[in-house]
């Protein structure tokens, strides 16, 4: 699939196998998380628009290069995504944040919206949709839904994950086949609860120690 990729990073890699780790307590899990979204923003801002800009130097006067546009707003899926906020703007200091709340309706199974808050602008912005996990994809899908009903451009917005399943991949990438999807890493497949396998159990508890 053209519009997925799994990041390979021997970092990334080790992180993800300490926080896939049921011994990780929530202050390192948490950690973790940070450091991975980090590392992965670093890769998926890649290719950000750059300008040039007449810079005075100590010695001289030059020409370089600065972002260009709009900043980038980071938007996470409450509550698991606020888990990787902090480590996207510690990379990218300027960014706006936005936040989706989803959470899903016990009889049909579907994500309902609860709470949707954006910058304004947002048509012009880079988004990067944060979410921990990649499970069935109903709630990543919502929350694109979410942010084009509210301006925002596909092919401004990014899916960043830590961990992915076949399914959710399947389903996300046939509901928005123009929305780039980033991960840490593509599983095995969902159990029967619709939990990732191997996986690293309920992303929002681990974060907030509500197991």
């Known amino acids: 699939m053209k519009n997925f990729q799994v990041i390979e990073h021997p970092l990334i890699k080790h992180k993800?196998?300490?926080l896939r780790d049921e011994n990780t307590g929530t202050k390192d899990f948490r950690q973790l998380v940070n450091e991975l979204a980090r590392l992965l923003a670093y890769?998926?801002?890649r290719d950000l628009p750059l300008e040039d800009v007449q810079v005075k130097t100590p010695l001289t006067t030059t020409v370089q290069k600065q972002l260009s546009g709009k900043k980038v707003v980071?938007?996470?899926?409450?509550?698991a995504?606020?888990?990787m906020v902090d480590g996207i703007l510690d990379l990218i200091p300027a960014a706006r944040v936005g936040?989706?709340?989803?959470y899903r309706d016990e009889k049909t199974m579907q994500p309902v919206e609860y709470f949707v808050k954006m910058p304004n602008n947002l048509e012009d912005r880079h988004i990067?949709?944060?979410?921990?996990?990649?499970?069935?994809?109903?709630s990543a899908i919502a929350a694109v839904d979410a942010l084009v009903k509210r301006g925002a451009k596909k092919e401004n917005i990014k899916f960043i994950c830590l961990v992915s399943a076949p399914e959710g991949?399947?389903?996300?990438?046939?509901?928005?086949p123009d929305i780039q999807v980033y991960t840490a890493a593509l599983d095995e497949k969902l159990n029967d609860n619709a939990y990732i396998l191997p996986g690293l159990g309920?992303?929002?508890d681990r974060l907030y120690g509500t197991l």
């Open 16 to 18: 993800l196998t300490l």
């Open 43 to 45: 890769e998926v801002s």
């Open 74 to 79: 980071i938007v996470p899926i409450l509550r």
């Open 81 to 83: 995504g606020l888990g």
């Open 99 to 102: 936040h989706v709340g989803m």
């Open 128 to 138: 990067y949709l944060v979410d921990p996990m990649l499970a069935t994809g109903g």
């Open 169 to 176: 991949v399947r389903a996300f990438t046939e509901a928005h």
């Open 202 to 204: 309920d992303a929002g």
